[in-house]
Structures are given as structure tokens and as C-alpha cells.
């Protein structure tokens, strides 16, 4: 089965935030990419709500539920209380939990699986308990005993940090080098259970040797690539042009 593909709405309430305007609508281009045929919409609501606010939550949640029962709701976000708050009202299918601080202007690592599991156990439990599929983020460096203790915190998952692959795009060989270490991340994850996502500086130009390599990635989580391909060729055709980078005939 292709990788599913969720649209990151954080670039489009970035822009929108920028005037005290509603425009562009958070939940129109959502609309526009689940009409499109995207699996489902993810958002990071920060602290400091700099993209996502709190009260877009409540409208995805119900543009989904009303209009696209069978599409899901990816939430990512650092696990305080305020957050796990969030989910728990909000209700999303997934939850990706990522390691970052609050003031990072975007997710640049995976969790440390062995200083962090006695951290993620008891959230990963709680989130599961609501009815919550839960992915973590995973540094893509072949690490097999990291990715056997990410099986420890009960998640569902993992989400490949995908930002060195991306950050290759004029340097094939290094490429090469990424791929080969996000395969065997990915590898690992596959042979004891775990689903594997991915996400970070993910294109239509390096999505089909990736989806290539990890014949069973889940599912792909893309805002920045895909909100500037919309500028070009408009939301709609660009959720084609990734499915189609994603392996499906569209």
C-alpha cells in the first residue's frame, strides 16, 4: 500500500497570522486537501500558538468528523500537560510526540529513547487509554537498540525525522547515505511491530526513492514542501503531485 499522505497545516496558519485576518483560512485549504484525497491533516500547536491556535483544534476536529469521517487527525506536540490537555479534547486519531523545546522554530531531532523512556511510558499509556494511536519521533540513524526501547514506551509507532535526507537535495551521494540510514531505522521498527511515518524537508523530488526504500512507510506528514508547491500549483494539484510521489496511481 502507498504511504498515506497528511497535510501539516502549521505554514498556512503561519501566513494567516501574520494580519489580524482569517484569511487564509486553516480549514478551507484543509478542505481543499482532503477533497483532493489527503489521508488526513496534522497540526503542531505550540505554546506560544505562532501557527496553529488552540481554537483552530475544535474546527479540524469537526471538518473531519462532518465532512470526512474516514480521514485522520495527526496532533504533534511536546508532551506537557497542556498539551496532552489538548489531545484529549480535541480527540485526534494520532498523536506524535516530539522532543522539542519551545522556543525550536521547527522539530530537528528525534526522542533519546534511552534517557527518555521513563518519560514516555506513562504518556504513551495515558494518550493509548483515550483511544489514541501514538507515533514518536525517531532520529533516522540506524540506531536498532534505540528503536527496541521506542517498542518499550508502548507507542504504536515511530516518525522518522526525515530533515538530513531533505537537507540533501543537491548532493546525490549524501543522499544515498541518508536513505541507507533511514531504510535501517526503519528496518529495525518494521521487524519488531512497530508502524513507521516519516516527516521533515520531504519533497515531491526525494519522496519516491524514500517511499521506494521503506516499501512499508505508513504514512508522511508534509507542510512546508507541500505550502510552497500550493503557491505554484495550488493545494489541490499539489496534494496530487504528492500522492503521487507517495506511489499512488492518481
Known amino acids: ?110 526522542w533519546n529513547f534511552r534517557q527518555s523512556l521513563d518519560v514516555l511510558k506513562p504518556v504513551v499509556k495515558r494518550l493509548k487509554s483515550g483511544g489514541m494511536r501514538v507515533s514518536l519521533f525517531a532520529d533516522g540513524d540506524g540506531d536498532a537498540e534505540a528503536v527496541a526501547l521506542a517498542r518499550e514506551t508502548g507507542a504504536d509507532r515511530i516518525e522518522l525525522y526525515t530533515g538530513p535526507y531533505g537537507g540533501t537535495y543537491d548532493h546525490p551521494d549524501k543522499a544515498i547515505e541518508e536513505i541507507a540510514r533511514l531504510g535501517a531505522t526503519a528496518d529495525a521498527a518494521h521487524a519488531i511491530g512497530l508502524g513507521v511515518n516519516a516527516g521533515h524537508d520531504l519533497t515531491v523530488a526525494n519522496l519516491p526513492a524514500l517511499v521506494k526504500r521503506i516499501p512499508y512507510l505508513a504514512e508522511v506528514s508534509i507542510g512546508h514542501g507541500l505550502t510552497a508547491d500550493a503557491l505554484e500549483y495550488g493545494m489541490a494539484e499539489t496534494v496530487r503531485r504528492f500522492r503521487r510521489a507517495c506511489g499512488e496511481t492518481v
Open 1 to 110: 500500500m502507498p504511504a498515506k499522505l497528511s497535510v501539516n497545516l502549521n505554514a498556512i496558519a503561519m501566513l494567516r497570522n501574520r494580519r489580524d485576518l482569517p484569511w487564509p483560512s486553516v480549514t478551507g485549504l484543509g478542505r481543499i486537501a482532503l477533497q483532493a484525497g489527503a489521508a488526513g491533516l496534522t497540526v503542531h500547536p505550540r505554546p506560544d500558538q505562532r501557527h496553529i491556535r488552540f481554537s483552530d483544534l475544535p474546527d479540524i476536529r469537526a471538518l473531519i468528523d462532518d465532512e470526512f469521517p474516514h480521514a485522520e487527525f495527526n496532533m504533534e506536540g511536546y508532551p506537557t500537560e497542556e498539551f496532552l490537555a489538548l489531545c484529549e479534547k480535541n480527540q485526534p486519531e494520532q498523536v506524535t510526540l516530539v522532543p522539542d523545546d519551545p522556543s525550536q522554530a521547527t522539530s530537528d531531532h528525534g
